[in-house]
Structure formats: structure tokens, C-alpha cells
């Protein structure tokens, strides 16, 4: 820290990024990316003419896009908010919707990135511990009178609450938003996209960078009433009109253009992740009921720090958090047949040991 730095950011606390290790040497399965490569429609579309209009600024309102998401969605043009990576959209929402007096309310153990930005913006933040189960009780955000936060299904456990469960978190929050973080939604969970037009509060954040292949490109989108997508509209024309370069929004057509592609490899990507978790029972792990694409997973065997440090030693990466209540699992994302039967293979090795 430099003397410069204003105090108010002194006590801050970064959020910490999974791993991303520069050689290849690793099979990895620590951040949740899609393991197969973006469509041949966007190979396609980023050729040397898109290369060429780099010397223009790309469209602030990206409007081909959200005609395009809109379309995909079922809903408006403007119900359509695009940014920078769906974190974009939690650093906008949190800069909007909640303040000193209008706190937030997410749970205790989920992304960590909401504390962060809560911290960053000082708002006071209640963090609702998990059922025994691990999984959210909707009932704790019922009338809390703050925004509220919530991933579904969750990260990093993987389970989701349903939309009689999110309805009603609505219904009896009608001041505050509803922020459900839905990055993981296409691995089999349900969307709460159609209640935008019954509950005004209700905003919810997609990404590209999970099913869709693109974390590299940052591209993430919000869906909510018209009134909620003009308020992150204001934030981010206030503070980086172009936040979506244009190699990125061009992709971003592509991919919704090549949408069947990518529900393709999310069906195999859920496939995949249930012989995973029948595997990993059959070694005698619990795992949690996961509608992502990872599973959350321990072993009375051993503890998750050192399963997570053993399989990097051959060459598999893993996410562990130290966090108490969870540290005995690790989470593992789910990646093609191949990689999945290393690791278990790996695994199988390690517990061996024991
Ligand atoms: C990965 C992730 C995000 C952020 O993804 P972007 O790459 O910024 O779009 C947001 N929320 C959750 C719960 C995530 O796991």
C-alpha cells in the first residue's frame, strides 16, 4: 500500500481469483470454465475484417447483441443489459441498489466476490449462514428489507433454490432488488428470466463465460424490467461507455447465433458431471447435488487441502477454499470425459495413500 491510497480503501480485502496457471502441464479444473473451445461461428466471425474496424470504438450500446439476447430470451431489447464479464454487473448493481443505509443480504458461504464489492461500496452486509444441508433457506431473505444476493444454483456447492422459493424472496421484498446471479443456470437449473415482468425488484446476471465457452472474452448480460436495466445504464455510462471491446461483441453475436452448439456441450457437460459424481460416491465421497458444471465433493479420508495438493502434484487442478465450514471439500469443474477420467484416475491414486 502506497501513502496515497485514500483511507477509505485501506482495510479493503481483494477478492483472490482461482488459479491460472501460464503452461499447460495442468488438467484444470479449478475455475469453472467450459472445457470445449467457443463455436465455429465465432471462429468465423473473429477474422481480419473484424481486425481491421479495431481502430473504431465498438457500439456503447451494443445493440446488435441485445436484439439478439432479447430474441434468445423472450424478452425486450430493453430489459437486455450487457457488461464486461457478469462481475461487471454485480460491481454496477452494488454501486446502484444498495448504499450505507440500504444494506445487502447474501449467503454466507457463496461467491465471493459479494462481500468485495459490499466492502468496497460500505454497505453494511449480513451474511446468512447455509442450511446443515448446505443449501439456501429462502425463507431467511423473506421481508429482509435489503437488496438481496443470491447465486442459483450456488457456487461454489452447486445446488439451487427453486422459483416458488425466489418468488417469494420477491414478493415480500418489493423496495429492494433481487440480484439472482444465474452464471451457472445452463447446467440444468431454472431460470428465474420469466418472472421479469411480474416483479420490477428482480434482476438477474447471465454470463458467456461458463456454458458459452467465453471467459476469455468477458462478456456478461442482465435481464430485468425496464427500470432497472435504465439505473445500470446510468452507471456505466458514467463510468465506461465502452465497456465490451469489439472483438468481444462480436463473438458475443456469434455465440447466440450458434446458441444449439453450446446447449450441445452443456448437455454433455451435465452428462459428464453425473458419471463424476457416481464415480466419486463409489469412492466414497459425499457430494453435494450440484446443477452446475463442478461438484462439490469430500472425503473423511482426507482433508480437502491436502486432496487438493496431492492431485496438483499430478497434475490436476482443483479449488479449495479455507474458509471453516467448507474446507474439508474441494470443487471440482466438470471437463470433457477424458479429463474427468484422469482425474479420477488421480484420485483413485491419492486416496489410495491413505
Ligand atoms: C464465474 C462467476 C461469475 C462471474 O463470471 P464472469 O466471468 O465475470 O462473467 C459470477 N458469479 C458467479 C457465481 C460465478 O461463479
Redesign the pocket.
Known sequence: MSRFLSPRFAALEAYTPGEQPRDQQYIKLNT?ESPYPPSPEVFERLNKDEIERLNLYPDPEGKVLKEKLAKLYGVGKENIFLSN????I?NFAFMAFCDEERGVAFPEIS?G?YPVYADLYHVPHVKIPLKLDYSVDYKDYCGIEKMVVI?NPN?PTGMEIGLFEIEEILKSNPNHVVLM?E??VDFGGASAVGLIEKYPNLLV?M????SRSM?GA?L?FAIASKGIIEDLEKIKFSTNPYNINRLTLAAGEAAVDSDGYYKDNAKKIIATREKTVEALKALGFTVLDSKANFVFAKNNKITGADLYTQLKKKGVLVRHFEKEKIKDFVRITIGTEEQMEVFLQKTTEVLAQR
Not at 464479464?85 to 461487471?88: I, R, Y
Not at 454470463?207 to 461458463?210: E, G, L, V
Open positions: 469453472n464479464g457478469s462481475d461487471d454485480l461467491y466476490f447465486a457456487a446471479d452464471a451457472y446476471s454470463t458467456f463465460s461458463k471467459a468477458r456478461g
